[in-house]
């Protein structure tokens, strides 16, 4: 992540986000609370505030104006994107987590770091970027990869109501006939791409206001590095036939024009 001006240790994370008071965490970081009880709570709360102090992230006894607006960004905002990937050769236990969120014409991207657990995440680094550049930067906290070798592939989802066990592949059911060899052939290759082993994978989703003012999840968009070949990026469309599983090859303008398109 270039230009972190904030960065924060999950002990901080954990008292700064508390004294904000402005509720749960955003979806997907993830910080564990510390301290056995009360007690050993005030003292990591007074240790935590000194080490604030001792870099600069305070005015006086409170916290820095300029990054509590950032980080309250993060829960109070019109428009957020988000991302989770995770190594999987060598497997890894904690993602890397993203977040880039607007609220009028400020947006914040914060990156946590891998942590100790599946379920507790690192270092907290935080950025002002310019709204505009959301998409690109949190496209840009991916790792590198070149896009995959084989071609785009689409199949149907199934409409079934009583699928086989065979029709399922990686969460998603694609539907099948025999008297279809093209269709065949294309969901065999995507059952290749998606069986084959991954080096890496993730997914991105968006979080925006409709026109009532109400918060809504967008669908999600998956993407997986192939050992040997590429990254692919796997969506669902919806199109005159029903709806489609998408396999294409991916690179980051592909991947930046999906997620800006992510409804």
């Keep these: 992540m270039q230009s972190v001006r904030w960065r924060l240790t999950p002990l901080q994370f954990d008292f700064v986000w508390e004294g904000l008071g402005v509720g749960e965490l955003p979806f997907p970081f993830q910080v564990r609370s510390h301290g056995q009880d009360d007690v050993e709570r005030s003292h990591l709360r007074r240790r935590a505030a000194q080490e604030l102090r001792q870099m600069g992230m305070t005015r006086g006894d409170d916290l820095d104006p300029e990054l509590a607006d950032a980080l309250t960004a993060l829960v109070r905002n019109d428009y957020l994107l988000d991302s989770v990937w995770l190594p999987l050769e060598p497997a890894a236990v904690s993602p890397v987590r993203t977040i880039a969120a607007r609220t009028g014409h400020r947006a914040t991207l ?55 066990q065979d029709d399922y592949d990686g969460g998603v059911m694609v539907a099948s006939h025999q008297g279809y060899d093209r269709a065949g052939r294309e969901r065999q290759a995507v059952e290749q791409l998606t069986q084959a082993r991954h080096l890496r994978a993730g997914e991105l989703g968006a979080t ?23 990254r692919y990026l796997m969506v669902h469309e919806q199109d005159y036939g029903g709806e489609r599983v998408v396999v294409q090859p991916a690179d980051a303008n592909a991947i930046g024009q999906r997620l800006h398109n992510l409804r």
Aim: no cysteine; net charge negative.
């Design 208 to 230: 925006f206001r409709d026109q009532q003012g109400r918060k809504v999840r967008s669908g999600v968009l998956r993407w997986f590095d192939n050992v040997d070949d590429g």
């Design 110 to 164: 914060a990156v946590q770091l891998p942590g100790d657990s599946e379920h507790t995440g690192g270092d907290v680094l935080l950025a002002d970027i310019p709204s505009e550049a959301m998409v690109p930067a949190v496209v840009a906290e991916l790792p590198p990869a070149p896009p995959g070798r084989h071609p785009a592939l689409s199949v149907p989802v199934a409409q079934r109501d009583q699928p086989r």
